[in-house]
């Protein structure tokens, strides 16, 4: 069983940073693929970006070039760096780890190939 804590959310004027941590348990932390998806009011839960065992990532167009995914397995902690933050960006930010040792899938970009969630962390993005 795994525990995901996130952390570092909250209110940020357009054009501002911000940086998520998700603090996990357990002890295979460095074998888990680790994403991070977003859900605004009235929308589905979205994609933004994820970090494989082997530090590969993968963005979402939206923040390609904008956000950071990355990963302390020292810490066993993943973050979200996030730049030149837009009003579109406001939501709730989930973190999430897959379990794909058994997988040959080695970025997960779909919330049903993840295993275990956060409980989220909200963001928001002013005009």
């Known amino acids: 069983q795994v525990q995901l804590v996130e952390s570092g959310g909250g209110l940020v004027q357009a054009g501002g940073s911000l940086s998520l941590s998700c603090a996990a348990s357990?002890?295979?932390?460095?074998?888990?693929?680790m994403g991070w998806f977003r859900q605004a009011p009235g929308k589905e839960r979205e994609f933004v970006a994820a970090?494989?065992?082997?530090?590969?990532?993968h963005y979402a167009d939206s923040v390609t070039g904008r956000f950071t995914v990355s990963r302390d397995n020292a810490r066993n902690t993943a973050y979200l760096h996030m730049n030149s933050l837009e009003p579109e960006d406001t939501a709730v930010y989930y973190c999430a780890a897959a379990d794909l040792r058994s997988s040959i899938v080695v970025i997960a970009t779909t919330a049903d190939l993840y295993n275990y969630w956060g409980q989220g962390t909200q963001v928001t993005v002013s005009s």
């Open positions: 357990g002890r295979t932390f460095s074998s888990y693929c």
């Open positions: 970090i494989g065992w082997n530090s590969i990532t």
